[in-house]
């Protein structure tokens, strides 16, 4: 059964810098991207970074110029680089992999605190 296991994150104050990580067990067949999503209490997910299995890389507004995003999908790992974090990036972060077939794997959720 696939798993999805993020770490990294934790507390900073503004300006900070953290990394988050993931990787995959498990083989995840007709994989078609990797990549984060946010979420804060109150709110749905919403996507922060993305890299398809052709490697075109989506970033949110909010993360441009900010975050990098780097994966391998063949070894199924995705990280995060976030740069000059601010309270906004504050929540909980949750490593996503999309397939053709079936739901979207999601990671265990990882908290970024972001203080000002």
């Known amino acids: 059964q696939v798993q999805l296991v993020g770490s990294g994150g934790g507390s900073v104050q503004a300006g900070g810098s953290l990394r988050l990580s993931c990787a995959a067990s498990g083989k995840i067949m007709y994989l078609q991207g990797l990549g984060w999503f946010r979420q804060v209490p109150g709110n749905q997910r919403e996507l922060v970074a993305r890299v398809s299995k052709n490697g075109v890389i989506f970033y949110a507004d909010s993360a441009k110029g900010r975050f990098t995003i780097s994966s391998d999908v063949d070894k199924q790992l995705v990280d995060l680089e976030m740069k000059n974090l601010k309270p906004e990036d504050t929540g909980v972060y949750y490593c996503?992999?999309?397939?053709?077939?079936?739901?979207?794997?999601w990671g265990q959720g990882i908290q970024v605190t972001v203080s000002s």
């Open positions: 996503n992999a999309n397939h053709l077939f079936g739901p979207d794997f």
